[in-house]
Structures are given as C-alpha cells and as structure tokens.
C-alpha cells in the first residue's frame, strides 16, 4: 500500500468512483426524477436494478476486495467479463419484463457501455472507470431536473486525475473512456426516449 497521501487519495477516489457504486449513483438519480420507481411492481424492479448493476460488480470489480491478491490484468478480464455478465441480464430482464423506460435506458447505457469498452480494449487500453463516470454524469444531466445534474460534473476530473495519479492509466487512456461512456449513455437515451 501507498503511503504517498496524494496517490493514496488517488485510490479512494477511484475506489469511491467505481463502477458499481456510480451506478447506484444514477440509480439514486432515476429515483429523484421518477419517485414512483419505488411503487407496486416497480420496487421489484428497482431493487433487480440495484442487484444487477450495483452488488454483483461491485463483487467483482477489480478493486475488490475479492480480487485485490491478483495481477492487474486478471482482475480487469474478470471485471469485465462480470460486468457484461451483469448488465446483459439485466438488459434482458428489462426488455423482456417491460419495465419503465427509464430504467430500461440505464440498462442499455450500461450494457453498451460494457460492449463498446470490451471491444475498444482488443486495442487500446481504454479506462473502465472513465466510462463508468462519464456515462453516470451524462445520464444524470439528463434525467435530474433543473440543473441538480451539474453538480456531478466534477467528477469527471476527479476520477480522471485519480486515474492518472495512479498511474492505471494516461490522460488519454480516461478520456477515451470518458467518451464511450459519453457516446453508449446518449445512444441510449435517443432510442429509448424515457423522458
């Protein structure tokens, strides 16, 4: 472990920034925007929500504390393997469930994202938390009212300094991230329409 306080703040921030807990992060959001995502046969929904995207990767993400003893690049192949795993289930579960649109557009988002990261990887290192950050604020830009969505724009340069501090990645390697995430949490939102 670091005992740099600047690369140690650099870790928890992208502990903090992780995956799994960004989306429960978006899912708080859906839930100021849409109260009644907690009512009736939405609760379900809600809560398989917060299992598939949030509990589960958070198990496997690669920061972990289930997967902390092996190499890098076997915690990145199971994150990501996990997470696709997750989210396309969950995918499957809103499109065959029909549930509101809104969650159904994260489960896009988020399958999307997965998708367009495996692949982007074959050939460049791109970084899974920069998606995983840029994809959450995006999505709450558009689903939180007023201008409430603003304040989660800081993180995107907290997660992307954190990245590079931690040397997980170079500015580049964030921001390639970043626009996947970008680019999969938009798509979703013009097919799907939820608002």
């Known amino acids: 472990m670091s005992t740099n306080p600047k690369r140690l703040l650099a870790k928890m921030i992208s502990y903090i920034c992780s995956p799994p807990y960004l989306a ?8 100021i925007a849409k109260p009644e995502l907690l009512l009736g046969a939405n609760r379900f929904h809600f809560l398989v929500a917060t299992f598939l995207l949030g509990l589960i990767p958070a198990l496997t993400a690669q920061d972990s504390i289930i997967l902390h003893r092996l190499p890098l690049a076997t915690r990145r192949k199971i994150s990501f393997i996990s997470f696709l795993f997750s989210y396309s289930i969950f995918l499957i579960y809103a499109l065959v469930r029909g549930i509101g ?28 938390h920069g998606s995983a950050v840029a994809g959450p604020v995006t999505a709450l830009n558009i689903i939180l009212p007023g201008c409430w969505g603003l304040l989660s724009i800081p993180l995107l340069a907290l997660v992307a ?14 921001l390639v991230g970043m626009v996947l995430g ?3 949490t938009l798509q979703s ?4 329409k939820p608002l």
Request: glycine share 6%.
């Open 24 to 31: 429960v992060l978006v899912l708080g959001g859906a839930l």
């Open 101 to 128: 649109p809104i969650l159904k557009t994260i489960a896009l988002s988020y399958f999307l994202t997965v998708v367009l990261l495996i692949i982007v990887n074959f050939f460049y290192k791109a970084s899974g």
């Open 161 to 174: 300094w954190a990245r590079v501090t931690t040397k997980e990645h170079d500015l580049k390697q964030v």
């Open 182 to 184: 970008l680019v999969a």
């Open 189 to 192: 939102f013009l097919l799907i």
